[in-house]
């Protein structure tokens, strides 16, 4: 059972936006690191967005200025703001935790596989 919880996704036109909500358990919800990636079908899944227990946000350059992560402390709850939406966004959205800190490390190859809990996703479609 996954543990962590997506809702939010649906069909979108471009230009249009979104809200995706992650949804954790107390014990996850304090991990030091909180991310969202997306996958292609037939692609690995890849790093979009990540924010820190603290505040501390990142995002890979092609969501920059268009999507925005943030948390709510007291809903145990993470969100991706994603607005502006392109037809390339399309994609099936995962949340994802881990403990080691890594969410500068969010534009790198590979890097889903060091992150420990994981929800069974949303799927984002944005038409043309």
């Known amino acids: 059972q996954a543990p962590l919880v997506e809702s939010g996704g649906g069909s979108v036109q471009a230009g249009g936006s979104l809200r995706l909500s992650c949804s954790a358990p107390?014990?996850?919800?304090?991990?030091?690191?909180i991310s969202w990636f997306r996958q292609y079908p037939g692609k690995e899944r890849e790093g979009v967005a990540s924010?820190?227990?603290?505040?501390?946000?990142y995002y890979v350059d092609s969501v920059k200025g268009r999507f925005s992560v943030s948390h709510d402390d007291a809903k145990n709850t993470v969100y991706l703001q994603m607005n502006s939406l392109k037809p390339e966004d399309s994609a099936q959205y995962y949340c994802?935790?881990?403990?080691?800190?890594?969410?500068?490390?969010?534009?790198?190859?590979?890097?889903?596989?060091?992150?420990?809990?994981w929800g069974r996703g949303t799927q984002v479609t944005v038409s043309s």
């Open positions: 924010i820190y227990s603290e505040g501390l946000t």
């Open positions: 107390e014990y996850i919800y304090r991990h030091t690191c």
């Open positions: 994802a935790a881990n403990s080691d800190g890594l969410c500068s490390k969010i534009g790198e190859s590979g890097v889903a596989a060091y992150y420990i809990y």
